[in-house]
């Protein structure tokens, strides 16, 4: 199995998650996007904690494209410091690495 990770990114709302998501996959660096909205964010920033509504990105890729991922993501965030995570997918059905792998071969790098 390819090593594969999932991907989260918190976007303000569902239009900025929708723009960083058909950009990962026009950039064929993921094979599928989901956009969850209804979450509620609270955090440390600029020496205050804060909350948020925010709409999370779950994008599924390959491990090696984690960097151009990043890329992709910030070049269409409008957030200054856009929280991206990375988990590995260490357990996943049948068939769904290898069509991750093909669709993400073509990658725009």
Known sequence: MTDLIEVEVTCPDADSARQIAR???EARLV????????LESLFH???LIDSESEVLVR???PAGQ????????AA???YELPAITALPLTAIGPGVAEWVA???QDANT
């Open 23 to 25: 950009a990962a996959l």
């Open 31 to 38: 094979a599928c996007a989901n956009i969850l909205p209804g």
């Open 45 to 47: 920033w600029q020496g």
């Open 59 to 61: 994008m599924k890729a």
């Open 66 to 73: 984690f960097d151009a991922l990043c890329h992709v993501i």
């Open 76 to 78: 269409h965030h409008p």
């Open 102 to 104: 093909t669709e993400c």
